[in-house]
């Protein structure tokens, strides 16, 4: 049996791959921003820093599950010290961090364009993270460590 990207072309599998990790990731950092906003806006309504506390946390924790998800199924290799602090650090600081800017400032201009926080939120993540792969494919390159 095939696996769904084994019938593609190998130049697109990874990419594919890619945009499947991301749906995922996109989906998971969704649902954690989703439920903390909702929590914070029960508890204390009248904190609006509470939106990018919960639109964070959603983003860090979709940062490591899609470091796992990318080095495992994206581009098949072990994840490793190396390309943990290739990805976690360095791309944060370079290519997540840029991401993360540019999802928090849509955030902000879509909430002060009077957008609800709930559609704002997906909205930011969607168009910031089309450029994840290939800010993320220099750090994948090497494929000594390939996952069976």
């Known amino acids: 049996m095939q696996s769904l990207t084994g019938r593609l072309p190998l130049k697109y599998r990874s990419a594919v791959r890619f945009m499947l ?13 989703y439920l903390l906003l909702g929590f914070f806006q029960s508890k204390w309504p009248e904190i ?4 990018k506390v919960a ?3 959603g983003f860090v924790l979709e940062m490591f599950l899609n470091y796992f998800l990318t080095s ?3 581009f098949r290799i072990r994840p490793n010290w190396k390309n943990a602090g ?8 370079f290519g997540r961090g840029i991401n993360y800017g540019i999802q928090i400032l849509l955030l902000t201009i879509l909430i002060w364009l009077h957008m609800s926080e709930e559609l704002a939120g997906i909205v930011a993540i969607v168009l910031a993270g089309i450029l994840n792969y290939f800010v993320l494919l220099p750090f994948y390159k090497e494929k000594k460590r390939k996952v069976d």
């Not at 990790?21 to 989906?27: F, I, K, Q």
């Not at 609006?48 to 939106?51: D, H, K, Y």
């Not at 290739?86 to 600081?93: H, S, T």
């Open 21 to 33: 990790v991301g749906a995922l990731g996109t989906g998971v950092q969704y649902g954690i921003f």
């Open 48 to 51: 609006e820093i509470l939106t």
């Open 55 to 57: 639109f964070t946390a």
């Open 72 to 74: 495992f199924y994206t």
């Open 86 to 93: 290739g990805f976690l650090f360095i791309c944060f600081l």
